[in-house]
């Protein structure tokens, strides 16, 4: 089970991430999907108002509380560059050779004064003692395992919250995905840390360049 410092659990009434879902000291718990971004500006007319009556769709469907979130995050490109320094350093071939210093002359004229954002939605699927009753939550709080416990219920009736939202989703055109529980450490943790987040590129995403 991941547990979250002291302090933080503190700050965050977190009392623990685990099983794929986060638990609040208030007996609380909530999922996270991961929802595929698109480029509505880029999308035709008729498409665009597709999306729109799905969304529309989505929430006229929904008998309970979702919440929408929206993480943007600076990408950082510096290693990204020096990494295509490298390959250029290393390239023999002047056809290859000349593609690459093109593409790095675009890269740094992409970044050049303002920053990339990498944006990534979310939808939180809370559960809440309250939708069990009265009887379930005094149960829960005698039981050994009050945490696994809390968790195992909540799951049951997530899971079918989350069928029903990633089955709209789907509707839409777009795909959906729940995250793991170091996905959500992660989340959280950079939640609470956002001026020290920043994305950076690493070796792998340079490796599969085509020219």
Do not use: W
């Not at 039981?143 to 899971?159: C, D, Y």
């Amino acid at each position: 089970m991941k547990k979250i410092h002291s302090t933080t659990q503190d700050f965050t009434d977190i009392v623990s991430i685990d099983k794929d879902m986060v638990l609040f000291k208030n007996g609380n718990v909530c999922a996270v999907l991961e929802i595929s971004p698109v480029n509505f500006y880029l999308l035709t007319e008729e498409e665009q108002e597709a999306r729109i009556y799905a969304y529309m769709s989505l929430l006229n469907s929904l008998s309970f509380y979702i919440q929408i979130l929206i993480v943007s995050k600076r990408i950082d490109l510096s290693f990204y560059l020096k990494l295509i320094d490298q390959k250029i350093s290393a390239e023999k071939s002047p056809r290859i050779l000349e593609h690459l210093k093109h593409y790095k002359d675009f890269i740094g004229q992409l970044v050049k004064g303002e920053d990339l954002l990498d944006k990534k939605i979310y939808i939180v699927i809370p559960y809440s003692e309250l939708e069990r009753g009265a009887t379930s939550q005094t149960k829960t709080l005698v039981t050994k395992n009050p945490e696994t416990t809390a968790l195992r219920k909540a799951n049951e009736i997530i899971v079918d919250k989350k069928n029903q939202i990633m089955t709209q989703i789907q509707r839409a055109g777009l795909s959906s995905r729940q995250l793991r529980t170091e996905e959500l450490v992660k989340l959280f943790y950079e939640a609470f840390n956002e001026e020290s987040v920043d994305i950076e590129f690493q070796e792998m995403d340079i490796k599969n360049i085509v020219i």
